[in-house]
């Protein structure tokens, strides 16, 4: 997982935008490991085949080597009007449950299938979303579906709602919050989209 963090903390640095320097600045500071338990994903073994069994790209490449020892999370199966139940995954490399502890910082990697919504929702914590396998389509505030390649940075202002569509296939990113990254914080928005999901 180091060599993954250090791959995508050079990448962000080559950066122009500002954001992604800041990024890569805060994940740089050296952090002692502890040990997590690995834990799979069916979600993203089932999904996420095609892209790992050849890997485009240095950070698809860093991904591939370090997915032994993700603890992968998925959204619990009591939550069935989640969209994302069996349809998403992510994990944490650096934050207060992460391998790298930190109080002021995330860091992971987060997928989602195909043919999924991720529905408008906003948080407390400055986002950036490495996009490096798949595709996907973000909403950020009032801005329509965008679609976002490997290669693409996305970033989401503190507080700016935002959504993910996926379509025929599933999207791998690697994800960064600062600031406030408690998820207290985290609403989805009671309105504004349709019951699929969909901004309107
Ligand atoms: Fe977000």
């Not at 080559?14 to 690995?38: G, Y």
């Not at 599933?170 to 960064?176: A, D, F, N, Q, S």
């Amino acid at each position: 997982m180091r060599q993954l963090m250090e791959t995508a903390a050079v990448w962000l640095a080559a950066r122009p935008e500002d954001v992604c320097r800041r990024a890569a600045a805060a994940m740089r500071c050296e952090r002692p490991a502890r040990p997590i338990a690995p834990v799979a994903s069916t979600t993203a073994s089932r999904d996420l085949a095609t892209l790992v069994a050849d890997p485009q790209g240095e950070l698809m490449q860093a991904f591939v080597a370090a997915t032994p020892a993700f603890a992968w999370r998925e959204p619990p199966q009591k939550d069935a009007g989640n969209y994302l139940v069996g349809r998403s995954a992510g994990n944490v490399i650096i934050g207060p449950e992460g391998a790298f502890p930190a109080e002021d910082l995330r860091f992971g990697a987060f997928m989602i299938s195909p043919e999924t919504v991720y529905p408008l929702h906003a948080h407390a914590a400055e986002e950036l979303y490495i996009v490096i396998g798949g595709s996907g389509r973000w909403w950020i505030d009032d801005a329509p579906y965008s679609p976002r390649q490997p290669g693409d940075v996305v970033h989401i202002p503190s507080w700016t709602p935002h959504a993910i569509r996926t379509d025929a296939e599933p999207v791998l990113t690697l994800w960064v919050w600062m600031g406030d990254v408690s998820f207290e914080s985290y609403r989805f928005e009671p309105a504004g989209f349709d019951a699929r999901g969909i901004p309107i």
